[in-house]
């Protein structure tokens, strides 16, 4: 091979070099990290030859081994195939809840800030005393009065949530319907739900990006919180609440039932967390850390 024909067949590993090296190693890692979660919940069967829920009275609270990585449960299932599998369950309530949360929080934000003083006054006080009741307390009476689906669960935490989008939304509006951009359009005779949906819209858009995954982390703490009260998914659906409220019963004699889906819920939050950190600073420039 030539020495042409060298640079030649190396230049596009070196564009996707430069390209990765871009993104950052924490982004990259994020990246890696979710597409490892959206396998897991697409192709669950990739991750575990085990079925989650095996009964096998001969496995029953085994200690951590090559063969079961994590252990197994009380029933003798494997608890990482447990875990893996009750990964789309997990996704399904913390996306729904946020896809809730916008349904509402959306169309209801733009409108407040758009609106007259009675309007938005009247918008406000709801979210405002919504979002002052105490969540746990107020997620623990919906559940308890619409029931423990997963459908329940979804829609009683994107309703927890809808304040947050709305306020947020509300605020954004206010200060982009003041722009010179938006004064002109609306000179120019552009309908108000055009100006709302075209162009105020898509410009509030960086803090609410920011804002989803915080939302999602806190909705599979709190789908926790409940699953542990005994709120949670009724069987034979699982999450990772309900296996760590299984597991409550065996503290003393299998302590890595309960630590491993502890740590699950725990590394997955904070990685959700972390990551609306890192979309916070590429939206504004004034909160990126100086590099060295």
Known sequence: MTLTETHAATGPLRSIVARVATVGPARLTLIVIGAIAVLM?????????????????????????????LGTDEA?????ARLV???????????????????????????????????D?????????T???PLVLFAIL???????TSLSLTVIIGFLFFPRVFLLMRA????????????????AGVRPTQVLGVHILPNAAGPLLTLIPTLMAEAILIEAGLSYLGLGVDLPASTWGTILEASKNYYVTSPWYAISAGLVITFVAAVLMFA???????????????RS
Do not use: C
């Open 131 to 133: 979002l002052a009741f």
């Open 142 to 148: 919906m559940v308890a009065s619409f029931g423990t």
């Open 172 to 187: 954004q509006t206010r200060s982009l319907k003041e722009r010179e951009f938006v004064t002109a359009l609306r000179v």
């Open 85 to 119: 599998y009750s990964t789309q369950l997990e996704l399904v309530i913390a996306a729904g809840s946020i896809l809730v949360a916008l349904i509402i929080g959306l169309p209801l934000g733009l409108i407040a800030g758009n609106a007259g003083r009675f309007l």
């Open 76 to 80: 003798g299932a494997d608890v990482w």
């Open 121 to 129: 006054g009247a918008l406000t006080s709801v979210a405002s005393a």
């Open 276 to 290: 609306g950190e890192l979309i916070a600073e590429s939206a504004n420039p004034l909160r990126r850390r100086r």
């Open 41 to 69: 919940a697409l192709w669950p069967s990739l991750f575990s030859p085990y079925s989650p829920s095996a009964v096998d009275a001969s496995s029953i609270l085994l200690s951590p081994s090559l063969a079961h990585p």
